[in-house]
């Protein structure tokens, strides 16, 4: 979207540039979660000697 805004001249190549490692920063940050997740559901199940299928699908 806001590279259509660039090609139509309504932004400039910073804002682009910007809204780009934004997006860039959330997904690094969302996946950063995900590993620390099932990172601990996997200690957990080490430490319980159980397996918990259903909320290790379903964060």
Same mark, same amino acid.
């Given at each position: 979207?806001? @590279? %259509? *805004?660039? @090609?139509? !001249?309504? +932004? =400039?190549?910073? @804002?682009?540039?910007? *809204? %780009?490692? $934004?997006?860039?920063?959330?997904? &690094? @940050?969302?996946?950063? +979660? #995900? =590993? &620390?997740? #099932? $990172?601990?559901? #996997?200690?957990?199940? *080490?430490? &319980? !000697?159980? &397996?918990? =299928? %259903?909320? +290790? $699908? =379903?964060?």
């Amino acid at each position: 979207m806001l @590279e %259509r *805004a660039f @090609e139509l !001249g309504e +932004a =400039d190549i910073i @804002e682009v540039f910007v *809204a %780009r490692e $934004r997006f860039l920063s959330i997904q &690094t @940050e969302a996946l950063s +979660a #995900y =590993d &620390t997740y #099932y $990172r601990s559901i #996997y200690e957990l199940e *080490a430490l &319980t !000697g159980t &397996t918990f =299928d %259903r909320v +290790a $699908r =379903d964060p």
